[in-house]
């Protein structure tokens, strides 16, 4: 019995993530963190959130902003995505690369995202994070920008049927 439990959570937790390496072009831009990329290897579109990073929801201050600046870098531009798990609503989390250089990383240095930390680690992203808020970048203008997580909290999301 014991046995049987240990096999079933690890095919449990296989399911929950991956290691995947594919390039594709961005087809769309959802908000400053989500994306599609459609595979060079063909199928359909993929819907990916970056990983490490956490940008203004569309409906906060500063959310079309991160939106924009997403798309403007990135729309209809060839990406090297490394998908790392998948989250509950079926996107993969993902390490974005364009021409070498990690989208997330870019993002939170013009200060257009937070370094995404969990479980009171700072996030991937935390020196770039400090940069822009010392520099007053992006939504780090704001003399107390709200992360997107205290937004969701107090506003929810701003997709309906979403939470």
């Known amino acids: 019995m014991k046995l049987f439990c240990s096999l079933l959570l690890l095919c449990l937790a296989g399911s929950a993530q991956a290691s995947e390496t594919f390039f594709g072009q961005v087809t769309h831009v959802t908000d400053g ?16 959130r970056m990983l490490g990073m956490d940008a203004p929801e569309i409906c906060q201050s500063g959310g079309k902003a991160a939106r924009d600046l997403l798309a403007q870098w990135a729309l209809q531009r060839r990406v090297t995505v490394k998908v790392s798990y998948y989250d509950r609503w079926g996107r993969g989390l993902a390490t974005v690369a364009l021409d070498g250089k990690d989208l997330g990383a870019q993002m939170v240095s013009a200060g ?3 370094s995404y930390g969990w479980r009171g680690r700072p996030g991937i992203y935390a020196a770039e994070e400090t940069r822009a808020r010392q520099s007053r970048l992006g939504v780090f203008a704001a003399s107390r920008p709200e992360s997107p ?3 969701r909290k107090r506003h929810g999301s701003c997709h309906p049927g979403k939470k």
Do not use: I, N
């Not at 963190?33 to 819907?47: H, N, S, Y």
């Open 112 to 114: 257009q995202a937070w």
């Open 149 to 151: 997580r205290a937004f």
């Open 33 to 48: 963190d989500t994306l599609w990329v459609q595979p060079e290897a063909g199928g359909a579109a993929r819907k990916l």
